[in-house]
């Protein structure tokens, strides 16, 4: 358990989300802690695969932070993967330099095969580097823990690899409707459990990532996207109640409103591709949104960059609002980016 | 010219782009002349690389029946490729089996080389086609010529090959855009004239592929799917008034109403991720709606495929409706799965 003396009681993250309209708004980027800094790529050299740095406490809460000492961001996120998950559960997760992700696909017996709650023991150095970071961090800044949702997991666990159209997880859907809803039941439990272990470790928010939410057809989207992440909120909220919790399901668009209404998260993610004045009128009308500069913008920079910052200020600046990129930010982008990023936000 | 007098008059494909609500709808499926049909793979074998395919008179007119002659559907889709357009204004393009298309990536200095109006010649064959097809198809069939959108067909050219986010064309349009304007303006005019020729060969309508509309944020997309989008379908109809243009704009989500509002298609095709109470609701008051069978349930087939079935149909044929896919079918598709959904289609 952590010190719970530091946590992030009065910061502007929080207090957006306790229903505060903040100007400048609170900023963060996500993915960033990672290899468009100098000092991440250090740290990562230093320290074997990628999922020995995600589980070394001492490493991952120094490249957690990082981004924190060098743009003064509003809240940190946990440096760790989404694929902690799968890994808790027994199954083989790599990632291959320059390709992603490689897993041991599962079918019907391997999914039989997974059981329920032995996952803890494994999420514990991921709890102790969230314990660290808090303890470090100021009062004003806000920690940020997260796991991957349950479709975007399986998406994973089933192809073995990152796949553009998610075919091999959308087939066993429709193929094989009930062990697939196995596989996203069993992830919805470790999930919870590894989301709960983040917030009594130190954590005081976490997200959902559902970064493959907008392959889903209606129906496949209410029963593999709403109603696991639903599901996950309520368990999280029965052990913790009042647990802070965002949303971000990537490419949902014209299911966003439903995914809000219906799964209980207190914030919704956007991606760049959502139009700000339906985020104004059919989102932060119900909760903070979250968003949602294009990141390749951000790598682009100049002036276009300037008018994409202040466009989404102007139609987002009159409800609660987090500024943040529309996904990742990508490896290559320019430190002086992020910083005209920053400054730009922080003037208004 | 074609034998004006074959022309699709009264089938229910144009009947439903004129306004009728028809029961059963009119039903195609993008794709529908492919890699799934026995027929299909024997003229492949036959021909060479796929763009001889394309370009040979004879065996593209054949394989753009064989689906019309194999399950009776109300259009035939003309047999052809959207990279035939780079192609025909020089740039290199190859198809890679198993690995989809390469092209030579066009810089700035390539787009400034781009020579207006030098492409028409390469389209002779494809117009030749478009021919020979109208003059084989029944008259209550509908022949659909096609191109890639400016956009879509831009990211190939920039990247040179398929890549999931589109980010060296986004980049290209964000960091050089003068350059960019100028390569989608080439792609306007050479798909007008390309347009233009099908439909003076016999086409009877057209439509359009913006298979990657879905990537671009709110801006972006206004600038570049709807604006070059909008100037095709006004140069196409400012030499054939009343020409029939159907957009499909894949992904585009909550920019759907804006696309139709703002480019003046006839007729809009959508996804499986579109809702079908949007779809009903913002889309089918404005044009007639086509889609959106998810190709992974009709490869699944089953049970769960009668109900996508009816539910599409509940949904959408309360208005002016035409049964098709949310993109195209996937090659491993068993031909008794289409058989079953053209029959249930045309049971109602």
């Known amino acids: ?141 806000t920690l940020i823990g997260f796991c991957g949702a349950p479709w975007t997991v399986a998406t994973y666990m089933v192809a073995g690899r990152g796949t553009p159209d998610k075919a091999p997880a959308r087939l066993m859907a429709s193929r094989d409707p009930d062990s697939f809803q196995k596989l996203i039941d069993r992830l919805v439990s470790a999930s919870a459990d590894y989301l709960i272990g983040q917030l009594e470790a130190g954590a005081d928010v976490v997200q959902i990532f559902d970064s493959w939410a907008g392959i889903l057809g209606e129906d496949d989207f209410e029963r593999w996207c709403i109603a696991p992440t639903a599901e996950l909120v309520r368990r999280v909220r029965e052990k913790i109640p009042g647990a802070r919790m965002i949303g971000f399901p990537k490419g949902a668009g014209l299911m966003l409103e439903r995914y809000v209404a219906k799964t209980g998260v207190d914030a919704v993610g956007i991606d760049w591709t959502v139009p700000l004045d339906y985020a104004r009128d059919r989102l932060q009308i119900r909760v903070p949104v979250q968003g949602n500069l294009d990141p390749l913008i951000l790598l682009a920079g100049g002036e276009r960059l300037d008018r994409a910052i202040d466009r989404i200020l102007d139609g987002l600046s009159g409800g609660r609002f987090i500024f943040n990129l529309g996904h990742g930010i990508v490896p290559d982008t320019p430190i002086e980016h992020v910083e005209r990023l920053v400054e730009r936000v922080r003037q208004r």
């Open 1 to 141: 358990m952590t010190d719970q003396a530091r946590k992030s009681d009065g910061g502007k993250f929080i207090r957006t989300l306790a229903g505060e309209n903040l100007q400048p708004p609170p900023i963060w980027m996500m993915r960033q802690a990672g290899r468009y800094l100098p000092e991440y790529r250090v740290v990562r050299k230093s320290a074997g695969s990628f999922l020995d740095l995600c589980f070394n406490p001492e490493l991952a809460s120094t490249v957690t932070l990082q981004p924190i000492e060098r743009f003064g961001f509003d809240a940190a996120i946990l440096f760790s993967d989404i694929l902690v998950v799968p890994h808790a559960l027994g199954r083989e997760v790599r990632f291959v330099e320059g390709e992603g992700p490689r897993l041991e696909p599962i079918d019907r017996a391997g999914i039989e095969s997974l059981v329920p709650g032995n996952s803890s023991d494994a999420f514990d150095a991921v709890f102790e580097t969230v314990s660290l970071v808090r303890n470090r961090l100021d009062a004003d800044k």
